[in-house]
């Protein structure tokens, strides 16, 4: 034994032991196990933290107090540093005889006989209860949604990561992660205010938490954006059953105040896979999401190959359209739309076609997309006005009839600020009124995110003396105030509710129904997708203001309209057969 040790040793003998003995005891838990961990001493303290008496811990091992808080490799690790002599230090979750967890500092070390053999086992150890609690929840806070008190997505991305690595330990379990957000949530916010969208979200979590199994994962991801990671559920209910009833839980009214408001959903499925990253999860959750709300919303849709397909081929599109941009691919073609009481063709939509060198002459249809992309369409938009500028110069020139022109504005156009200044200052430049252009929103815009913003812009630009069409008016996506609130001049109905009329007469109610209504808020009503003179006369008995489609005219290019001025101010033998 060294000096160093027989120093200390007689510090703490003779008249000095009682002293140093209760420095001990007041300060540290102690126990003294012999080589095979059985307990052979106990101090005071040891004895009022475990609430176990002495006798009780004495002859007993250390499994007495275990919580099974760690799991055996954490033991495995503790036995085999002090049984090679090492001593070994950790922080250690215990359970009291009453039930109670506590947490202690921990430092074993092994006492050796005069051969140097291990002979037992001196741990000491030190309570951090309240510091480990502290610990705990300030990790629940850096994974919880305050509001909600679901995980956030710190959290998800935990427990996502974590599902990845059970699928890989056992493949054959069913682990699916189900994406999803509230449509109509935004207009709550908007009409009722944030508290009531507060509600929403409270209620919302509390039927998510009733639905699936306590041990899976609810989260809200920000927003209106929630997930869940559906695997002990799915023991119990199949996945059909599960989404069915989610749709309704999200579905079902809501009380809020002394009012009822409802969402519904629109979710996204990906199973999860041992080979796939939680990344790549989210995304394939994402495509199935976009998905569902590109098939009308209010259902769930799996993720498969032909969805990772479509998703390829969408990338592919808004690659091919930045090149399109810098190449001039894009032009501006116009669709003549007749007012019945005039038989003249008053106003002109603009149409945006796309000259791809592969695929030909592309209508709007065939790349939404594009104008969902804020870096393309800021792109796009010089372009739009430059081509603008330019038709407005040739008809200027060679029209003797000018029609108001209708232009589509997209959620990012009415954000974009700048793109509708310089549109205004080419108006200005040409000598033209604000009067003399309708600027067509669709309903699904106005029902979009950032819809406050939205509205406030279009308040701007009716009072610079713009007229607005709502578009695709009767899509059910918009409160009835609004027709109210913005001053709207025209309405336009979609061209899916024309397709029946001449054989169906729900769809004929359908329409003389949306007319009154839209006539009863002082707009005129324009219906578009016309394609036979049939539809055009049940259309007039119908009493609605404009027609548009291929039995009026198709979209032509600027210069093909300057030719087919007819079309725009027709003799008087067409207009009367087009107005009888």
Known sequence: MSLKHDDRLRALTHKDSDFWADVVDNVLIVAITDVRGVITYVNDRFCEISRYPREELLGSTHRIVNSGYHDASFFRQMYRTIRSGEIWRGNICNRAKDGTLYWVATTIMPKHNSLGAVEGYVA????????????????????????????????????????????????????????????GFKQINDIHGHHAGDVVLKTISHRLLELVSPQDAVCRLGGDE????????????????MLERLLAALEAPIEVGNTMVNVSGSIGVSPIASQESAESLQKNADIALYAAKRAGGHQARMFDITLHQHALERAQIL?????????????????????????????????????????????????????????????????????FQNDMRLWNSSLTTYPN????????????????????????????????????????????????????????L????????????????????VLRDIRFTQAKISRRLVTDIAHNPAARDVIAHLTGLAHAFGLSVTVGGVETREQMDILIELKVDRIQGFYISPPISAANLVLAEHILAPDHSEVALQAS
């Not at 990561?161 to 890989?168: F, P, Y």
């Not at 003549?336 to 695929?359: F, K």
């Not at 009716?462 to 105030?481: H, K």
């Open 124 to 183: 000491t150890r030190f309570e951090i209860t309240e510091l480990m609690n502290t610990r705990d929840r300030l990790k629940s806070l850096a994974a919880t949604d305050p509001l909600t008190g679901l995980f956030n997505r710190g959290g998800f991305n935990t427990v996502l990561q974590a599902s990845v690595e059970e699928k890989a330990r056992n493949i054959t379990r069913e682990i699916m992660l189900v994406m999803f957000d509230l449509d």
């Open 226 to 241: 929630f997930a869940l990671i559906l695997n002990h559920t799915l023991l119990t209910t199949p996945l059909n059953t």
């Open 319 to 387: 690659t091919d359209a930045r090149d399109g941009v810098e190449k001039d691919q894009f032009e501006l073609y116009y669709q003549p739309i007749l007012n019945v009481a005039t038989g003249r063709c008053d106003q002109i939509e603009a149409l945006l076609r796309w000259h791809h060198p592969l695929r030909g002459l592309l209508a709007a249809d065939s790349f939404r997309d594009v104008f969902l992309d804020a870096t393309l369409a800021q792109a796009m938009s010089p372009r739009l006005v430059k081509s």
């Open 405 to 460: 022109l209708t232009i589509n504005l997209s959620r990012l156009d009415l954000l974009n600020v700048g793109f509708q200044n310089d549109l205004e200052a080419e108006i200005r430049r040409q000598g033209g009124n604000a009067s003399d252009y309708v600027l067509e929103i669709s309903e699904s815009v106005l029902a979009g995110r950032r819809s406050d913003r939205v509205l406030m812009r279009l308040q701007e």
């Open 462 to 481: 009716a009072s610079l003396g713009f007229q607005l069409t709502l578009d695709d008016f009767g899509q059910a996506t918009l409160p009835i105030a």
